[in-house]
């Protein structure tokens, strides 16, 4: 029951407040269980990479390659990717490019090889063919 005047539960017979009901002091603890073990993944060192057509016209492309270092700092970087028609680089900068052909690989200039632990670099490229975007792979030294 409600008094009027406090808003507050009552004994039933208007007596006054009530008591909550005692809550079990002993009430049963849950029982021990083995903890799961957290084994971390493995640590992905190495390099990324992913190219991205910024401009295109009649004939040519421009495009932006990102280099990402992965989980530890690595000292220099080698990107490789094939184009898939007869695409060829006619201006490269932020990269030294070797390869003929089809196959395509550039690698790091003396100032932008070491990278820290997920930090990136760009270089781009000017390229002749239709625009494409290869998937790249990136390795580490």
Do not use: K, Y
Request: with cysteine; proline share 11%; glycine share 12%.
């Amino acid at each position: 029951m409600i008094s009027p005047t406090t808003g507050r539960a009552i004994a039933p017979d208007g007596s006054g407040p009530t008591s909550p009901s005692p809550t079990n002091p002993q009430s049963p603890s849950p029982s021990p269980s083995s903890s799961p073990s957290f084994t971390p993944p493995p640590a992905s060192g190495g390099c990324t990479a992913t190219i991205q057509t910024v401009n295109s016209w009649t004939g040519g492309f421009q495009s932006n390659v990102t280099v990402r270092a992965g989980s530890s700092a690595i000292s220099g970087w080698t990107v490789t990717w094939s184009w898939p028609g007869s695409q060829s680089i006619s201006q490269l900068w932020g990269g030294l490019q070797s390869g003929s052909g089809s196959s395509v690989s550039v690698r790091n200039e003396s100032w932008n090889g070491s990278l820290g632990a997920s930090a990136s670099t760009t270089f781009g490229f000017v390229a002749n063919g239709t625009a494409a975007t290869p998937t790249p792979t990136c390795s580490a030294s």
